[in-house]
C-alpha cells in the first residue's frame, strides 16, 4: 500500500534520523577532504550544525508543522559551523518554506520545498562553485520536479528515486572539480547531505538503527567577569529565551517588545526573523520579560541565571575575591572577552560604548593576546581546528558595545557563518571582512584608521588586505596526489593562498620553500607566527636562515602559540 502524505510526526522522526546517521559518517566525511590536512572538518562542522537543530526538535513534545519548523530553522541557523554548515542551514531554511502551513506534506508539497531549498542555499553563497554540495541539492530538487511531472505520488519511490539521483550526481563531482577528481574523492558536503537523506529514508521505511540517543543542549552558565565586584551588577539574572511566533509581528512590534525588554535592564540583544525571536536580557526582574514575551508566541530554551550568586560561586573556586581580582589584572580585557568565549557572559554595561569595534578568531594564546594588543574588542577561540557557530559570533557582536563591528574570520570556511550572524543582527551595524589567514586578519586591524569614516575604512581594509600572501605549515594526514604533488602521511605541506606550494619530508625545509613561494620581489614584510609544537630555539633559526635570504626585508618573528599548524606565514 502505497503512502502519499507525511506529517509533522513522521517527518521530526525523519529529522532526527538523518541527524544521526549524519553523526555516525561524519569521520568518513572527514576523510573525504581534499587536501590531507589533520583539520579536514566538513563532516563535523555539518553534524554540529544539524545536531543543533536536532535538540531543539527532540526537545518538542507532539510537535505541529509550525513548531516542528521554528526548530529546526533557529538551531540549524544559529548552530551552523562552516560553510558546509551554513548551507546546509539554509537548504533547510529553504526546505521548511516549502512545508510551512501544510498540515500534511505530499510529494508536490516536497517538490516545491527542494526547489526553495536550493535557491535559498544558491543565494547565501556569493560565488557558487559547482561539484559541491550544491550540486548535489540541485540534482534532488530537479529529481522531485521531474518524478512529479510523471505523476509519481507514492512517497517511498519518490524518496529513493530521489537519493539514487543525488547519489549519482555525487559520483559526478569528481568530473566538475578537478581537485576532486586529483584527491580521488567526491565533494564531502554533497556525501553529508546523502547521508542525512538516507537516514531519514530509513525512518520513513520505519526501520530501526541503534543510533545514540539525542539530549536536549546544554547551555553554558552565564557569569560576571571575575574583575567585577557582586555590588557592581546592577542586573542580577540573566535572562534568556526564544519566542516561536504565532504569526509575523512586523518591525513596529518588534520594537516595541525590544523597547519593553531594554526598559527591565541592559545587555538586551535581540534577533529576530519571521519565525521566532531570540532575546537576552539582563534584569531584576525576568518574570515580567518572560511575561510579556508569551504574548508574541510560545517560549523554548528558556534560561534564568542568578549571576551575582554565580559570581559568589566562582571567587569560592579561584581562593579569593582578592585573588579574583589580582588574576584579572594581568591581562583584563583578554582575560575577560576569553571568559565569553568560555561561555560566560561580558555585561556591555561596562564598557563605554564607542563608534566602532574589532571582533577577530583565531586558535592560540599567542595569536589572541597580538590581537588584543593591536586594540581588538573581542577574539572567538577557534579557526583551522574548530570553526566557530554563528551562535558563537553573535555572542561576540553582542559582547562588543559599538555601534559598528568589524568581523575578522581568518578563515575562509568561517566567513559564511560570520555574514549568517550579521544578517541575523539589527540592533548593531555588523561588516565582515573575508580575511581567510590570521596574518590577514592583523593586516586589517592595523589599516584601520579612527579619523576615515567606516565606508572608507571597509575600503582600504579590503585593499590592504588584498597585498598580503599567506602560507601556513601543517603535515599530511595521509597519502594522496594533488597538483602533480605527491603527498605521503607524515609530509610536511606549505599551503598558500591557492593551494599547496610545498611540500617536504624536513620541518623547516617545507617552511623555507613556502615562504619562497609567497615573497615576490615587492614584498618589503615577512611575518612568521610559530605554533605550540615549535620550540622557540628552532623558529629562530628559521627566521635567521630567512633574513639571510632575504636581507632587504624585515623579518619578524612571533610566538602565535596556534595548535595543528607549526608556522603561519606572511608576505606585504
Given amino acids: 500500500m502505497s503512502l502519499e502524505s507525511i506529517d509533522a510526526e513522521m517527518i521530526a522522526k525523519m529529522f532526527l534520523a538523518g541527524a544521526q546517521n549524519l553523526e555516525s559518517k561524519k569521520e568518513l566525511i572527514n576523510e573525504l577532504n581534499v587536501f590531507p590536512v589533520p583539520d579536514g572538518d566538513t563532516g563535523t562542522n555539518m553534524t554540529m550544525t544539524v545536531l543543533s537543530a536536532a535538540k531543539e526538535v527532540a526537545a518538542l513534545d507532539d510537535p505541529d508543522m509550525d513548531m516542528l519548523i521554528k526548530a529546526i530553522v533557529s538551531g540549524s541557523l544559529r548552530g551552523a559551523r562552516g560553510n558546509s554548515g551554513v548551507i546546509l542551514s539554509q537548504l533547510l531554511r529553504g526546505f521548511t518554506k516549502g512545508i510551512q502551513g501544510c498540515s500534511e506534506v505530499t510529494a508536490p508539497v516536497i517538490a516545491d520545498a527542494f526547489a526553495k531549498a536550493v535557491e535559498t542555499a544558491y543565494k547565501a553563497v556569493m560565488k557558487p562553485k559547482e561539484g559541491t554540495i550544491l550540486t548535489v541539492a540541485r540534482g534532488g530538487a530537479d529529481k522531485a520536479i521531474e518524478l512529479i511531472e510523471n505523476g509519481e505520488m507514492d512517497l517511498e519511490v519518490f524518496f529513493r528515486e530521489i537519493i539514487a539521483h543525488m547519489d549519482a550526481v555525487l559520483q559526478q563531482t569528481p568530473e566538475m572539480l578537478p581537485v576532486l577528481k586529483q584527491a580521488g574523492v567526491v565533494d564531502s558536503g554533497g556525501q553529508g547531505l546523502l547521508e542525512v537523506l538516507k537516514g531519514a529514508y530509513d525512518a520513513f521505511l520505519g526501520k530501526e538503527t541503534a543510533y545514540a540517543p539525542i539530549s536536549r543542549p546544554k547551555e553554558p552558565a552565564q557569569a560576571a567577569a571575575s574583575g567585577q565586584k557582586e555590588a557592581d551588577i546592577r542586573f542580577g539574572y540573566c535572562t534568556e529565551f526564544i519566542i516561536m511566533l504565532d504569526k509575523p509581528v512586523g518591525r513596529e512590534k518588534e520594537n516595541d517588545l525590544k523597547s519593553y525588554l531594554e526598559s527591565l535592564g541592559d545587555s538586551l540583544v535581540f534577533v529576530a526573523d519571521d519565525t521566532l525571536i531570540k ?208 603527498i605521503r602521511q607524515g609530509d610536511y605541506m606549505g599551503i598558500g593562498d591557492d593551494g599547496i606550494v610545498a611540500v617536504h619530508r624536513d620541518l623547516e625545509q617545507a617552511a623555507l620553500a613556502t615562504v619562497s613561494a609567497i615573497a615576490d620581489r615587492d614584498a618589503e614584510l615577512i611575518s612568521i607566527y610559530y605554533g605550540e609544537e615549535v620550540a622557540g630555539g628552532d623558529a629562530e633559526r628559521l627566521a635567521e636562515r630567512i633574513r639571510s635570504r632575504y636581507p632587504d626585508m624585515d623579518i619578524e618573528l612571533q610566538d602565535g602559540g596556534q595548535p595543528v599548524y607549526y608556522y603561519l606565514i606572511s608576505a606585504e
Wanted: glycine share 8%; aromatic share 4%; proline share 3%.
Fill in 279 to 486: 532575546a537576552h536580557i539582563h534584569t531584576n526582574d525576568p518574570g515580567l520579560a518572560i511575561q510579556k514575551a508569551l504574548s508574541f508566541g510560545a517560549l523554548s530554551n528558556i534560561k534564568i541565571d542568578n549571576m551575582r550568586l554565580e559570581h559568589q560561586e566562582k571567587l569560592f573556586r579561584e581562593g579569593t575575591g582578592t585573588q579574583a581580582a589580582e588574576k584579572a589584572q594581568d591581562f583584563p580585557k583578554a582575560q575577560e572577552s576569553q571568559q565569553e568565549a568560555e561561555g560566560q557572559e561580558a555585561d556591555e554595561g561596562q564598557a563605554e560604548k564607542k563608534e566602532v569595534g574589532f571582533i577577530a578568531v583565531c586558535a592560540g594564546e599567542g595569536l589572541s593576546k597580538i590581537f588584543y594588543e593591536l586594540g581588538v574588542d573581542f577574539v572567538i577561540k577557534g579557526g583551522q581546528t574548530m570553526n566557530p557557530s554563528t551562535e558563537d559570533i553573535l555572542n561576540a557582536i553582542r559582547s562588543v558595545n559599538a555601534d559598528t563591528v568589524f568581523i575578522l574570520p581568518n578563515n575562509k570556511n568561517i566567513v559564511l557563518a560570520a555574514e549568517q550572524a550579521a544578517g541575523l543582527t539589527q540592533e548593531k551595524r555588523v561588516i565582515v571582512i573575508p580575511t581567510s589567514a590570521v596574518p590577514q586578519g592583523i593586516t586589517a586591524v592595523i589599516a584601520y584608521v579612527p579619523e576615515l569614516s567606516v565606508e572608507e575604512n571597509e575600503k582600504a581594509i579590503r585593499e590592504e588586505i588584498g597585498r598580503v600572501r599567506t602560507g601556513q605549515v601543517t603535515y599530511a594526514v595521509r597519502d594522496t596526489s594533488i597538483g602533480g604533488r605527491e
